[in-house]
């Protein structure tokens, strides 16, 4: 997958980014998941199949996102189906957006509704339903180095008349980006002589957890694989044939080390994120602020609350409508320096309740805080 004419400048693959300076905020996911849509529809174009994507095949120049080389280092492109491309695509989405699932993402409904639509599938949207949805003025920083020139446009995707509302998929409700929370996304909205990663500690935040003021008990280095942490066997067992076989993506941070591991199933996907903190770190205010996040969320057959005897201060959401579609859960858990959040959708309602589609979470965050220890 060759890249532009022009674009020779130094790039930067998305996750290192997204290591050093935090997730993106929502213009910044918007204008990435139309970019790479656009690459992808591209490709197609000339003739080429398929692909599942994932953060390490996306390099960011000063001048926008684009695709990696294929056959590079970061390009390890695996021939997928359509639904399941569009799938790997708003994965990498949620992923730039700092969450495990859309649900957690500090975003417009319409925003997380379309990346869950991407991610659920049956059938899903289709790329071009991706660009017409996502496209939007694109920001003017993306690296360090001041203002630079906005993303090229692409080839064409289609009639597109101006001043013309773009059809939305059936489901997905539209929706402009929601102003971004303060002081998570400052790394990505100040100018460039003030361009940092900024870590706010407040008094007292060591000890805001029950055992935070403890040892860290967990060690980074034995942290190398999260698909391998899970029991996969029970959550393949319910999705079904893989079509983006799980992959584990490895951010080795100075003050942390996060795991992340994405797939993708006939009827269902996964994501789960495994995070360990360095001594001298810690980890308890990104955890307290995205369980504010998943357990803020609503919608129609969401419910979330803690959950004893798992860790400290877990939590959960579940997704259930009762009317046969989409259901899914989500568990998080922190244990002195080791923070683990779970999420697992299927397409159809196989007739579990609520508890039942919680314990599948729970358990495999048990999985992982018993490999670990």
């Known amino acids: 997958m060759s890249r532009p004419s022009g674009t020779d400048e130094p790039a930067v693959r998305l996750d290192d980014l997204i290591m050093r300076h935090g997730p993106m905020p929502e213009p910044h996911v918007r204008t990435l998941g139309a970019t790479l849509a656009r690459a992808l529809s591209a490709a197609h174009a000339l003739g080429r199949g398929f692909v599942a994507i994932r953060p390490a095949d ?15 280092a970061a390009g390890r492109f695996t ?30 409904a319409g925003t997380r509704e379309l990346l869950r639509a991407c991610i659920s599938g049956n059938p899903g949207p289709t790329l071009d339903e991706v660009i017409r949805l996502l496209d939007s003025p694109p920001p003017e920083i993306w690296l360090p180095g001041g203002p630079v020139a906005a993303t090229s446009p692409g080839p064409p995707t289609g009639p597109d008349p101006a001043g013309a509302e773009p059809a939305v998929p059936q489901g997905v409700p539209t929706g402009t980006p929601t102003p971004t929370p303060p002081g998570r996304r400052l790394p990505w909205i100040v100018t460039a002589a003030c361009w940092a990663v900024i870590l706010v500690v407040t008094a007292g935040t060591a000890v805001a957890l029950a055992g935070r003021d403890g ?10 694989d999260a698909c391998a942490l899970l029991d996969l066997a029970p959550l393949e067992k319910l999705a079904g044939k893989t079509t983006m076989p799980p992959d584990n993506t490895v951010l080795d941070h100075p003050d942390y080390k996060t795991l992340l591991c994405f797939g993708a199933y006939e009827h269902g996907s996964l994501s789960a994120d495994v995070e360990v903190a360095r001594a001298g770190s810690d980890n308890a205010s990104r955890y307290r602020t995205h369980k504010l996040v998943v357990t803020g969320t609503s919608g129609e057959g969401i419910t979330s609350g803690t959950r004893p005897g798992l860790g400290e201060n877990a939590f959960y959401s579940v997704t259930k409508s009762g009317k046969g579609d989409m259901v899914g859960c989500n568990v998080g858990f922190i244990d002195a320096n080791l923070t683990f959040d779970i999420r697992f959708d299927l397409h159809d309602d196989p007739g579990m309740s609520r508890e039942e589609l919680i314990d599948l979470c729970a358990q495999q965050s048990r999985r992982v805080m018993e490999r670990l220890r």
């Open 58 to 72: 996306v390099e960011v120049t000063a001048a926008g996102p684009r695709l990696a080389e294929s056959g590079g």
């Open 79 to 108: 021939e997928v189906t359509a639904a399941a491309e569009v799938a790997s695509l708003a994965l990498v989405l949620v992923f730039a957006g700092g969450a495990a699932a859309p649900e957690a993402l500090p975003f417009s």
């Open 215 to 224: 040892p860290h008990v967990y060690d980074p280095a034995a942290a190398t």
